[in-house]
């Protein structure tokens, strides 16, 4: 792993990450990635070696835009930030199964959880790059591809907002038992992410922990073209 992003992973403030998590759901990450990193990362949307799947989100009625899967091995940066982010998100979701009565199930690091989803016939990289014109937009969804997934996963802004697109805004959906549902807007800058759940979270009420269902997606971009980085930690079948 590069020493560099390494150490920008390492110092992370992990303790306020986690509280941020336990309390809002979500927590967002500071500028992980440099301008140059994310242009390189932008740079490799048109080279097909990378991918293994290209997806148009209109034909699928997901929304309009396209997201392409990366194959492994995934490009080095890709595979630093899954690694490196892998560990203190587990602790994480270590921690929620306790609050929601169950035994710990993640282990320590990123190539141990990998193997339980290869035994599950979850093979594919899920790693993504998504790219927006004005108009486009991603409706609210989960990203599940199997029998075996994690509870987080992380999005990077690649490009800055109102420089390069406008709009676009990150939408957050909590629904809660007995209760209107809540939306969170997440505006990121060039280079920041955001840690979200995949699927729920445990909220403590007065008669224990119980679990939040959340989606995610993006607001329509109103110019310009807008390019995300999505790490998903599990694979899929």
Known sequence: MSDRLAERI??????????????????????????????EIINTYEEEDHFRSTVNMARYRFGIGTYKYYDTPLPDVLQQLREGLYPELAKTANRWLGQLGHAAA?????????DRC?????????????????????????DLYGKVSFPFQVVFALNQKEEDYTGG???????????????????????????????HRPVLGTRGYYKNTLRHGVSTITSGIRYSLGIIFHDAK
């Not at 993640?106 to 990998?114: A, E, K, Q, R, S």
């Not at 035994?119 to 937009?137: C, D, H």
């Open 169 to 199: 805004e990150f939408l957050l959906v909590e629904q809660r038992p007995r209760a209107q549902s809540r939306g969170h807007v997440i505006t990121l800058e060039q280079g920041e992410g955001l840690i979200f759940p995949t699927q």
């Open 106 to 114: 993640y282990p320590v690091t990123l190539m141990d959880f990998l």
């Open 10 to 39: 390492a110092d992370l403030d992990w303790n306020s990450l986690q509280q941020s998590l336990d309390v809002h759901g979500y927590a967002k990450l500071p500028s992980l990635l440099n301008t140059t990193e994310c242009q």
């Open 118 to 142: 290869h035994k599950e016939e979850q093979t594919q990289s899920t790693p993504l790059i998504l790219r927006y014109e004005a108009g486009g937009y991603n409706c609210l969804h989960q």
